[in-house]
């Protein structure tokens, strides 16, 4: 899978994490991300963010909110039409995003699952 390969070679050059899937070339524009970060963020009861723009605006308003934002990918698992990314942030929470990819192989939904 072309998208786990990618993902792959960036957790061996560098920190990357979840930003990644807002850039253009791997997202769809109908993205859905739930997450109860984006509750807080954006003060969305459901935790749903839909559409590029408004996944650019929850990225921009956590890069406000945790200036020392980082993530450290851990592990890629891929199922069949879906990866899960598993990575810790700046204070070590333990995080397991699953992604459903479409027909062209972008992301178009994402449910985030943080250690309590």
């Known amino acids: 899978m072309v998208l786990e390969r990618g993902l792959r070679s960036e957790r061996c050059s560098r920190r ?50 945790y200036p020392e934002l980082h993530f450290d990918l851990k592990d890629v698992l891929a199922g069949l039409n879906s990866l899960v990314l598993y990575y810790t942030n700046q204070k070590g929470t333990r995080t397991g995003e699953f992604m459903d990819l479409g027909a062209s192989g972008k992301v178009t939904r994402v449910v985030a699952h943080y250690s309590i």
Do not use: N
Request: proline share 8%; hydrophobic share 30%; no cysteine.
């Open 16 to 65: 990357s994490g979840p930003g990644e899937i807002g850039k253009p070339a791997r997202t769809d524009e109908r993205v859905e991300l739930i997450s109860p970060v984006a509750e807080q963020l954006l003060g969305i009861p459901d935790g749903k963010v839909s559409g590029k723009a408004s996944l650019r605006e929850y990225f921009h308003r956590g890069l406000e909110a």
